[in-house]
């Protein structure tokens, strides 16, 4: 069946600009999570879903990100007003549940803020 | 969140069997330990999870020590296919990578 998908693959977007980074979970998966991995770093986490809401969000690292999953299927990473230090791979996963499921991961948006 | 401490780097001939270590001593009792590993230019991949017993699936075995403060990744038969970063993870809830081992698999 199906993976988790994202979109776009790659997205270049100069200083300022805002950007829209989407994840179609596997049908039927509950929780669903967003990570940020630098070059050369292990992924770090950033916020994560069980259905539609929202119950970490942790690991944003300012109030310039901001993830959305309204009706618990497809959601949306958005980065405002980018920065270099923005660049990066944002991959996202989904999973059946928490606890003993595995996650599945997309192949990842690499974001290049020149 | 548990901490874990896992050796930065292994080697392994291929064909040969590699265990991978970690320590995470501070492991609450509802943690279930994860592994994941990440191929070069890849997404994190799934490999085992397990509780309290050992686990065998395709892909390898997971030994878990009766105190539950360390467990062993075990490939059985390493190929070149298998040299990644390998991350072990105890939660219940959202995944936190460390910095994991990377394994390199030597022909």
């Known amino acids: 069946g199906a993976g988790v998908s994202q979109s776009p693959r790659y997205k270049v977007a100069k200083r300022g600009q805002d950007v829209a980074l989407r994840c179609d979970p596997i049908?039927?998966?509950?929780?669903l999570f967003w990570y940020q991995q630098a070059l050369g770093q292990g992924p770090e986490f950033l916020t994560y879903?069980?259905?539609?809401?929202?119950?970490?969000k942790s690991g944003l690292p300012s109030d310039r990100f901001f993830a959305e999953r309204p009706e618990g299927s497809v959601s949306t990473l958005k980065i405002q007003r980018t920065q270099q230090e923005d660049s990066a791979v944002y991959l996202c996963?989904?999973?059946?549940?928490?606890?003993?499921?595995?996650?599945?991961f997309g192949p990842g948006t690499r974001l290049t803020v020149t | 969140d548990a901490k874990t401490t896992q050796p930065n780097s292994m080697e392994s001939n291929e064909e040969e069997p590699v265990h991978l270590p970690c320590n995470h001593s501070?492991?609450?009792?509802?943690?279930?330990i994860h592994w994941y590993r990440q191929l070069p230019s890849q997404g994190p991949e799934y490999v085992i999870h397990?509780?309290?017993s050992n686990v065998n699936n395709r892909m390898a075995s997971l030994a878990i020590a009766e105190d539950r403060k360390s467990s062993t990744l075990i490939l059985h038969r390493a190929t070149l296919r298998d040299a990644a970063v390998y991350y072990c993870?105890?939660?219940?809830?959202?995944?936190?990578f460390g910095k994991g081992t990377r394994l390199h698999i030597l022909p």
């Open positions: 993870i105890p939660t219940y809830d959202k995944i936190i």
């Open positions: 879903f069980q259905n539609e809401a929202q119950l970490d």
């Open positions: 501070t492991i609450s009792g509802t943690d279930y």
């Open positions: 397990g509780l309290t």
């Open positions: 049908s039927g998966h509950v929780s």
């Open positions: 996963a989904s999973s059946l549940d928490l606890g003993s499921y595995e996650q599945y």
